[in-house]
């Protein structure tokens, strides 16, 4: 599975977007792009994924370049509680690594009053 | 979304005992779930892919005699950390993949281990 890079951390106000970048230049055409974070001590939550078009859920919008070399997470109104450590996964989906996930370091959101 | 459950949440124990810890999927059947382990600090880290019915696939570097992995059925997995170590102190977390939907991986609360 293609690495991913991530900044280490980032602030956001809250009620503001935050926008949370992720190269993932080595990106293959069957790879999916997933999100998850972590709030401190708890098991990691699923956000969103994509293949190669731009998607939107309850929680958040993902959008993917045209080259998918990069992506970007945004939390359209950020809150306190979205203060977490967010992973950008890249994955194929199916085959014999179905289901598996490497987790690299994240980025750190602290999202502040 | 689907529910993956841990017991239990967090664990104390004595050097060279052993300790199991339970992962269910509540509202779902799952063929295959998922160990991780995670140091403070740190990232998570696979540590073993469990498949109902068959032996679990550990990542390299896992011991598979410590740390015991059972799939008995759809919706449990178990993973006993045999003759326990103050360095096998860790966050474990478990997820399972919901069959249903597009390729989401639940994952459980975590059980924290603390050994003394």
């Known amino acids: 599975d293609a690495k991913t890079t991530q900044p280490t951390s980032m602030d956001c106000a809250e009620g503001r977007a935050a926008n949370l970048p992720c190269n993932h230049s080595?990106?293959?055409?069957?790879?999916?792009v997933y999100w998850y974070r972590q709030i401190h001590s708890q098991g990691p939550q699923y956000i969103i994924h994509?293949?190669?078009n731009n998607e939107t859920n309850e929680m958040a919008s993902l959008i993917i370049t045209e080259d998918r070399k990069s992506s970007t997470l945004i939390l359209p109104h950020a809150t306190l509680r979205d203060t977490a450590v967010y992973y950008c996964?890249?994955?194929?989906?199916?085959?014999?690594?179905?289901?598996?996930?490497?987790f690299g370091q994240g980025t750190i959101l602290t999202v502040h009053p | 979304g689907a529910v993956v459950s841990q017991h239990p949440s967090w664990v104390i124990c004595k050097s060279g005992t052993s300790v199991k810890i339970e992962c269910r999927s509540l509202d779902f059947q799952a063929t295959t779930m998922f160990w991780y382990r995670q140091f403070p600090k740190q990232s998570l880290m696979l540590m073993a892919t469990s498949n109902e019915g068959s032996k679990a696939t550990y990542e390299q570097g896992v011991e598979k005699d410590k740390f015991l992995i059972n799939h008995a059925s759809l919706t449990l997995s178990t993973l006993t950390v045999t003759s326990a170590h103050p360095e096998d102190s860790s966050f474990y977390i478990c997820?399972?993949?919901?069959?249903?939907?597009?390729?989401?991986?639940?994952f459980g609360p975590g059980t924290r281990l603390t050994v003394t």
């Open positions: 080595t990106i293959s055409g069957n790879e999916y």
């Open positions: 996964i890249v994955r194929v989906g199916g085959g014999t690594s179905y289901g598996k996930l490497t």
């Open positions: 994509g293949l190669k």
């Open positions: 997820s399972a993949h919901d069959p249903r939907g597009p390729y989401e991986q639940y």
